[in-house]
Antibody
């Protein structure tokens, strides 16, 4: 069974930094692209970033480019999101999502971790 | 940039049929595979339709989808509405290594 478990969400001040992790199990992690998607409470889903199976391709939404960095550890089955220069508008639930292949679409999601950016 | 636009909300009664639209801008809908996700409050999104019209495993045949090139839109149709269908529905596609989501449509089953 595919399992994705996010961690690291917390309260942080504007301008601060935070790192999220996603522990993956139940599938061959290094065969699939992985992504982060966020949802502001009460709003829609917003794709944040994606990374190919071998980290050769990374992509970011314009809203986070230059501030967030996605990475993965295929040996340990972890996906990461390093967030810097955080803004109030980055407040959201952050979901880790598994791709069906190479940067195509999600077939499994984690439960999410809440990041709150507030003074 | 390729974008997807959905109506904010739709509603109907149990047993009825409802259709949710997803209109593409800055690109052709027929050039992009469209997926549909069901997202209930407190849960994780569940894939309902993939690659335009294919039902995901375990999804009842009350759910169907179509593509219309003339309106540059994709459509999700749910027939025989049940109260358990009440959820947010999102269309999704991918463009130049990036995922794109529609804004989501809240389905209310009255």
């Amino acid at each position: 069974e595919v399992q994705l478990v996010e961690s690291g969400g917390t309260l942080v001040q504007p301008g601060g930094s935070l790192s999220l992790s996603c522990a993956a199990s139940g599938f061959n992690f290094d065969d699939y692209s992985m992504h982060w998607v966020r949802q502001v409470p009460g709003k829609g889903l917003e794709w944040v970033s994606g990374v190919s199976w071998n980290s050769a391709t990374v992509a970011y939404a314009e809203s986070v480019r230059g501030r967030f960095t996605i990475s993965r550890n295929n040996g340990g089955n972890f996906l990461y999101l390093q967030m810097t220069s955080l803004r109030v508008e980055d407040t959201a639930f952050y979901f880790c999502a598994k791709d069906v292949g190479h940067l195509r679409f999600p077939d499994h999601w984690g439960q999410g971790t809440l990041v709150t950016v507030s003074p | 940039n390729f974008m997807l636009t959905q109506p904010h909300s739709v509603s109907d009664s149990p047993g009825k049929t409802v259709t949710i639209s997803c209109t593409a801008t800055s690109g052709s809908i027929v050039s992009h595979f469209i997926q549909w996700y069901q997202h209930r409050p407190g849960g994780t999104p569940i894939i309902v339709i993939f690659e335009d019209t294919k039902r995901a495993s375990g999804v009842p045949d009350r759910f169907s989808a179509s593509i219309d090139g003339s309106s540059n839109s994709a459509f999700l149709t749910i027939s025989g509405l049940k109260t358990e269908d009440e959820a947010d529905y999102y269309c999704q596609s991918y463009d130049r290594d990036s995922w794109v989501f529609g804004g989501g449509t809240k389905l209310t089953v009255l």
